[in-house]
Structures are given as structure tokens and as C-alpha cells.
């Protein structure tokens, strides 16, 4: 990972129920780019970190920074020649308790908003104590509702962008 001064930084949550933390990096000590970072967090706090697997580096301006005047909105569109390449990662979190299993589950984008669902499945008692089942049922239900979410956010956008009611179709 390599960071500039400015760029943004989000980390998954490390548990269940805890919330994604996003920053902007104030300082590399790293060599070319490279961690440690110092980070001034969302909540105001500012601490050294090292990322880990999870950490997504958004490159670019601070989170909320307006689009400059002088740039169209079509800039933002990429032709087929060119390409654009974008990675999004789902973080997972499963707790399994007795016969309960919930699953976390978080979309970390290039988006200053990340978006998470959570799912759930409970065990008959007539059912075989298989956790495997209960994680794929809890996981399964809280990927339905991101997805679900995600939809809703685009159908935000669409509306936002066109100033008319959008109503995107599941395919």
C-alpha cells in the first residue's frame, strides 16, 4: 500500500456490530508511500496505524470534498476505451451462539459511506448441529440486504443526477 498526504484510508470493523472507520492520512513515515501512517479519524481522533488486510486506500480528495465547478459531471463517466478498474470488498462477520448465528456484513468501496447489512438464521431443534448451514444462511440473508441497500443508494443517485424518481430493476 502507498498513500500521498491527503488521501483517504477506510478500515473494516475487526468484530461484529462495530462500525467502519474512515480517515485522511496527515503523515507517511513509511519510505515512498508506505506505512506507518498517521491518520486523523472521522470522530476527531488522530492515531499511527499500520493497515492491514481489510484497509482501503482512496486516493484523492478528503471525504466530501465538492467536485469542482469547473468539472463536469460527465467527467466522471469512463469510456469503454479507456477502461476503469475499481476493487470493492465485502468484510464478513459471523457470531454463532447455541442455536443462533448472525452475520455482519460490510461494502467497503471507494464511497465515503460504507454500507453494511446483517443477517440471520436460527436452528430448528430438529435440525443436525451443523454450523456450516447456519453460517450460510445468516451470510446469504445479510448479502441479500446489502445488496438490497446498495440498490436503494443507486436508485438515490440515479435520482439525485436526473432531478426524476428513479426505479432501478433487479435483474
Known amino acids: 500500500m502507498r498513500a500521498r498526504v491527503g488521501d483517504r484510508i477506510i478500515l473494516a470493523a475487526e468484530h461484529i456490530d462495530e462500525a467502519t472507520r474512515d480517515g485522511e492520512i496527515l503523515e507517511i513515515r513509511g519510505a ?59 468484510r464478513v462477520s459471523i457470531f454463532e451462539s447455541g442455536d443462533e448465528t448472525s452475520a455482519n456484513v460490510v461494502l467497503i468501496a471507494d464511497s465515503p459511506e460504507p454500507l453494511s447489512a446483517r443477517g440471520t438464521a436460527h436452528r430448528s431443534t430438529h435440525d443436525l448441529g ?27 443517485d440515479v435520482s439525485v443526477m436526473t432531478g426524476e424518481e428513479a426505479h432501478i430493476k433487479a435483474i
Open 32 to 90: 515512498d508511500g508506505a506505512p506507518p501512517y498517521v491518520v486523523r479519524w472521522s470522530n476527531g481522533h488522530t492515531g499511527l496505524i499500520y493497515p492491514g488486510p481489510g484497509a482501503v486506500l482512496r486516493i484523492g480528495a478528503a471525504a466530501g470534498a465538492p467536485i469542482p465547478a469547473s468539472v463536469p459531471v460527465t467527467a466522471h463517466h469512463h469510456s469503454p476505451e479507456v477502461g476503469h478498474v475499481r476493487e470493492w470488498n465485502v
Open 130 to 156: 451443523v454450523p456450516e448451514i447456519g453460517d450460510e444462511v445468516a451470510v446469504a440473508r445479510a448479502l441479500r440486504h446489502l445488496a438490497d441497500k446498495l440498490m436503494e443508494t443507486a436508485e438515490t
